[in-house]
């Protein structure tokens, strides 16, 4: 598997440039191990095309990038020529392949760095792996499948796999990314099968049959042409699947939004807030902190659509909530009632603190220049607010705060008031005076 994505992290680049220096080490190390000598560079040439070749035929991974067949080229030369020749071959095949996306484009620092790490994982895993599978018994070359020939080569496909897998979730680990994202069934799976089928390859190169050989390939070929179109129709088909579940998702969310919001004000709507009010309540008191209300009450907005139009008055209405967000923000929530009315939460507030806020609020509604809406416009507002007490529902507090409104407008309009303790036992809201 090769890696294809866009190097961005300091991280990144130290990483491939470890693996890649931790491989040519290897290497260099083990080259007294080489069975290959200077008549030879047939051989070479053919399984480093062969390794380009199986590379070129890929496809685009959604969370891998880059995913190709290289495993066939890797196992079958490792059975041909040993680890040594197979790790620096096949590591060449995957320094020279990335070079060719400079011509897509890409910038020259992301191709050198995938080049480096794709190198350095390949030549590491194949020259490990193929160590191990000397130490099971397995002949080199690879001339006939017994047992235990089997076994050492199975072995061999595991710790390819696992080592493949270590080295993804390493750069996955330092993108910050789930390491999970490194494993994927249906590629595992390919990539076990590829080197199943890089045995037939090998047994077939080293009987010298060259006839079979060079069918054999052709059907290989023609095999994993088959898969990569198999495999990009399925990535196709995921993609297609991840898009339109996004959609209904997004869809999901936009109903869920008009179902909360009122359709003027884009506020939420009374549904909204009453559910909200339940939850918040429950909280404040589980954990016994303030929990306070309000409810305000555009004064004589009847005379505003009766003088101005209903057209202004929905302008005011909007006008009226977007002062009320900007305001309140995080604090709290804000809803429209009902008509001209509007309810306010603040958690972790005491009545107090929410009067306060609400006296703001009343002052900037008052200083508005609502005359740019029609000429002689002038908008005032009431508040009532309450805090808990001893309440455990909804509509009692609710009910305090309406009381306190419904004083507030009594007693003149444009003014807030509060039903503090005191005033709640003796039947006395305080009062915020208009100035």
């Not at 249906?186 to 045995?199: H, R, S």
């Not at 589980?286 to 309000?294: E, P, T």
Request: aromatic share 8%; with cysteine.
């Amino acid at each position: 598997m090769e890696q294809r994505r866009p190097w961005s992290r300091p991280g990144e680049y130290a990483y491939g440039i470890a693996l890649f220096t931790a491989a040519l080490i290897a290497v260099a190390l083990s080259f007294p191990g080489s069975s290959l000598d200077a008549g030879d560079w047939p051989v070479v040439l053919f399984f480093l095309g062969f390794g380009l070749f199986t590379i070129a035929i890929g496809y685009e991974h959604s969370a891998f990038g880059y995913v190709s067949f290289d495993r066939v080229a890797q196992v079958s030369s490792l059975l041909v020529l040993g680890p040594v020749d197979a790790a620096w071959i096949n590591g060449l095949a995957s320094l020279i392949y990335p070079w060719h996306r400079l011509g897509k484009g890409q910038p020259l620092r992301a191709v050198l760095f995938a080049s480096l790490t794709n190198s350095g994982l390949m030549a590491l895993m194949v020259l490990a792996a193929g160590h191990l599978y000397l130490a099971a018994g397995g002949a080199v070359p690879l001339d006939g499948l017994g047992l235990a020939s089997f076994g050492a080569v199975l072995l061999t496909l595991l710790a390819m796999q696992l080592i493949n897998e270590a080295g993804m979730m390493g750069l996955y680990f330092l993108r910050g990314q789930s390491p999970r994202q490194a494993f994927s069934l249906f590629d595992t799976t390919m990539e076990l099968a590829a080197g199943l089928v890089a045995i037939v390859v090998a047994i077939t190169w080293t009987r010298m049959e060259t006839g079979v050989l060079v069918l054999l390939l052709a059907v290989l070929a023609a095999g994993m042409l088959a898969l990569k179109r198999f495999a990009e129709m399925r990535m196709r088909l995921e993609r297609l699947v991840a898009d339109r579940t996004a959609a209904l998702q997004e869809k999901t969310r936009q109903l869920e939004r008009l179902a909360a919001q009122d359709t003027l004000t884009g506020l939420y709507n009374r549904r909204h807030a009453d559910d909200h009010l339940r939850g918040e309540l429950d909280r404040a008191l589980r954990d016994g902190v303030a929990f306070s209300v309000a409810l305000a009450d555009i004064d004589h907005f009847k005379q505003i659509n009766d003088r101005h139009s209903h057209g202004v008055g929905d302008r005011v209405l909007e006008r009226v909530a977007r002062v009320f967000e900007s305001r309140i923000g995080s604090a709290g929530m804000v809803a429209r009632y009902g008509g001209e009315e509007f309810l306010f939460c603040f958690p972790g507030l005491d009545e107090d603190a929410a009067r306060i806020v609400c006296e703001e609020l009343r002052l900037a509604v008052a200083s508005e220049d609502w005359s740019t809406l029609s000429p002689g416009l002038g908008v005032t507002m009431s508040v009532g607010v309450a805090a808990r007490r001893r309440e455990v529902q909804v509509p009692a507090l609710i009910e305090r705060a309406d009381t306190c409104l419904y004083l507030a407008k009594r007693s003149g309009r444009n003014r807030v008031i509060a039903d503090s303790h005191d005033g709640m036992e003796a039947g006395t809201p305080q009062e915020a005076e208009a100035p």
